[in-house]
């Protein structure tokens, strides 16, 4: 199938190198250890099997079914059921009947089916659920302690704070470059002399206000009303979403034209890479990803990254840690 070409339109660059930018990098704050150090026990808690009775935050491996006039009600058992009493996956009357029940027990509660049941015949009905606790497991968080630095590879607490302490102020850095070589995406982009088709820019705002006013509408609000709400009027809103439609394609048309100025290319690999990053993230097929993201789409986003670390390194840059209060 021969790929829909797109008609940009022509693009004179304005400045794109050299201009001044300020990168607001967050604070690493020693609240911001305190917690992740204390995250890390919990990440390395364990179950550990107990004869104690069973309480919210245990572990459960448990086989139940149903029954009703003393038959078994079709598809209603299931065996070696792994739950955290607590967590909401069990329903609330299975789960009130085990605490206080230990491993190897088997015992039965009573459970009234809602009026309205999915399966007609048991609608409103009063069930017996029969369960037998196969295990009960309590969940153990290790102490903040040297010990347990040393045991998940560090030299001491003290070396384990300060390889956090680096984690997180390389996760900062890189959230200020992303931020900051937007901006300097967006200011190119406003440097440009192109010509944007005005029917395009209103369209896009007719369609947002369109979208807008259907999602009032399902909350019993009219356009008018959150204009009233929001200090503002529909004519202004209606503006801001053409001039934010406007930025929206000088950025994307900015950023084509850099990348064919500085010969900024992205090759097929990195495209196969970064659906197969995106499939990782997503816990989903990469074939799904590739049915909702086209080569080109994704082409274009890593081209626009590509180009936003050319502006910052060709940029007036002067870095500066915002204040703890806005961590």
């Known amino acids: 199938m021969e790929k829909k070409k797109y008609n940009f339109p022509e693009v004179k660059l304005g400045q794109y190198k050299g201009l001044a930018i300020t990168r607001h990098v967050r604070p690493v704050t020693e609240k911001t250890l305190d917690i992740e150090m204390v995250h890390q026990t919990r990440m390395h808690a364990a179950y550990r099997p107990t004869q104690e009775p069973a309480k919210r935050g245990c572990r459960a491996l448990l086989d139940f079914a149903g029954y009703m006039d003393g038959k078994e009600i079709p598809d209603s058992r299931m065996e070696k059921v792994m739950v955290v009493l607590g967590d909401g996956k069990l329903m609330p009357a299975a789960e009130q009947a085990i605490y206080g029940h230990r491993a190897g027990e088997t015992f039965r509660f009573d459970f009234t089916y809602p009026a309205e049941f999915r399966v007609p015949e048991l609608s409103g009905k009063t069930a017996q659920f029969e369960i037998n606790l196969r295990s009960v497991a309590e969940k153990h968080t290790p102490e903040l302690t040297e010990e347990f630095a040393k045991s998940i590879g ?5 070396a384990m704070r300060e390889s956090i302490r680096a984690q997180k102020q390389k996760i ?11 901006r300097l995406l967006e200011m190119a982009g406003a440097n440009i002399e192109v010509h944007i088709a005005p029917e395009t820019l209103d369209r896009t705002a007719d369609n947002e206000m369109k979208l807008l006013g259907e999602r009032l509408s399902r909350s019993g609000l009219t356009v008018e009303q959150h204009c009233k709400n929001s200090h503002t009027t529909p004519e202004a809103l209606r503006q801001r979403y053409r001039d934010e439609a406007e930025s929206r394609a000088r950025v994307m048309l900015a950023a084509r034209a850099i990348a064919e100025a500085e010969q900024i290319v992205v090759h097929p690999e990195e495209v196969n890479a970064e659906y197969r990053r995106l499939a990782a993230l997503q816990e989903t097929p990469e074939a799904e990803i590739r049915k909702v993201l086209t080569e080109d789409a994704v082409a274009a986003a890593l081209a626009a990254k590509k180009v936003q670390r050319f502006l910052l390194d060709h940029a007036e840059v002067t870095s500066v840690t915002d204040s703890a209060e806005k961590e």
Do not use: F, I, K, P
């Open 154 to 158: 560090y030299g001491s607490l003290a």
């Open 172 to 182: 900062h850095e890189e959230g200020a470059d992303r931020a900051a070589g937007q």
